[in-house]
Every structure is written in C-alpha cells, then in structure tokens.
C-alpha cells in the first residue's frame, strides 16, 4: 500500500490566516492525488482533485499544488468554516488516506 | 440533489454480522462505482472497498484488513449499494461511510458524494 503522511497534524490558527497543510507519497503518484474537509460529525467533503483542481461548488480561497511525492493544500484567508480536519488522498492505487490535520482555533 | 443515505448499523458481539444498506437518489446509480469507508472513533479514514458499475464488470476489490470477512454487493433496480460483514471484530467498530466515485472511464477513487455514515460497534 502507498503510505501517505501529513504535517502537521494539528494546528492552531485565526480567521484570515494563510494556512498550508502537506501531505508526502510513500512513493509517485504523479497528480493521482485529492484533499478532503471533515468538519465535526460530518461527512468528508472532496476540495481539490488531480492535485490541484477545485471542486465544484468549494471556495477559491482553498487550493492545491504538487505532483509526485510532495502535495500542498493552501487555504488563502481562513474562514470560521474552515476549522476542520483535512485529509489527503491518493488515487493512484486503491486509495489510502492520510491521518488528517486538525484546523482549531488558535 | 445526489443524497446517499446509510442504514443498518447497530451493535453486535464479536464474530457475529451485519449488512450495512447505502441507498442511493437523485442520480444514474447504476453508472457509477461505489466505495465503502469507515472511521474509528476519533482516528482517520479507510477505505474499506468498492464495486465497480456494471458496465465495467460488477467487480469488487477490498482493503486487506477486511478481505475475506467484508463483501459488497449492488441493486441497481433499488439504487442500493450493500456492505455484508462477517465474522466481525472489536477492531471493526466504526462509523461507516459509502461514497460515490466519480465517472472517469475507470477507477478514479475521486469521491464527489458521500452519506452521513452509520456507527457499528462490536462489543461483547
């Protein structure tokens, strides 16, 4: 299985703040790549895929860049409804998931 | 608007089984392939499997800590995705999630939808 590691796992932040969270490929991917929000009881909710392609529907401030091992999400302006748990994902094989990186408020 | 709801969770006693339900509306479901998910309690997501549309085979491919225990199966005449569990253990307490994959001419593992998740607690 393709192993796949966030950092930082948590973090605390204020409405405004840029925010970067990284994830890194046990191995390639090439853009075989998603992020997903999960907010408290929630369902995940996809944001970016293809490494760096907006969902439908999810806000600009909210972006994504990297292909191979190395993955960025970017979150411009933090937003009260952003503080969340973030997950990447991988598609290039039968997926696995990152351990998520909590978003609370600092 | 695409709704995936899942149903049938509840708590059994280890070894026993249970048939998850994932109902879906609002959209082809036979067009699509459908994954399984879950999340223990306070931990992260896996991928617990998925079945392909029938337009590419029906298969079916799951995670190893549930292969051989874990089948999913699929109406399409209900729009219904099914998870059957069996031989269940204490480590398979969890929320339980299906999620929808996106159309791609293959395996995508891009998940556009995804239900509210339904709990399953193996305790003795």
């Known amino acids: 299985d393709i192993q796949m590691t966030q950092s930082p796992s948590s973090l605390s932040a204020s409405v405004g703040d840029r925010v970067t969270i990284t994830c890194r490929a046990s191995q390639s991917i090439s853009n075989y790549f998603n992020w997903y929000q999960q907010r408290p009881g929630k369902a995940p909710k996809l944001l970016i895929y293809?490494?760096?392609s907006l969902q439908s529907g999810v806000p600009s401030r909210f972006s994504g860049s990297g292909s191979g091992t190395d993955f960025t999400l970017t979150i411009s302006s933090l937003q009260p409804e952003d503080f969340a748990t973030y997950y990447c994902q991988q598609t290039y094989t039968t997926p696995t998931f990152g351990q998520g990186t909590k978003v609370d408020f600092k | 608007e695409v709704q995936l709801v899942e149903s049938g969770g509840g708590l059994v006693k280890p070894g026993q089984s249970l048939r998850l339900s994932c109902t879906a509306s609002?959209?082809?479901?036979?067009?699509?392939?459908m994954s399984w998910f879950r999340q223990a309690p306070g931990k992260g997501l896996e991928w617990v499997g998925f079945?392909?549309?029938?337009?590419?085979?029906?298969?079916?491919a799951y995670a190893a800590s549930v292969k051989g225990r874990f089948t999913i199966s699929r109406d399409d005449s209900k729009s219904i995705a099914y998870l059957h569990m069996n031989s269940l253990k204490s480590e398979d307490t969890a929320v339980y999630y299906c999620?929808?994959?996106?159309?791609?001419?293959?395996?995508?593992?891009?998940?556009?939808?995804w239900g509210q998740g339904t709990m399953v607690t193996v305790s003795s």
């Open positions: 079945i392909r549309s029938n337009g590419f085979g029906g298969t079916t």
């Open positions: 999620g929808r994959d996106i159309k791609c001419g293959g395996d995508c593992y891009n998940f556009d939808y």
């Open positions: 293809a490494a760096s």
């Open positions: 609002d959209f082809t479901f036979g067009e699509y392939a």
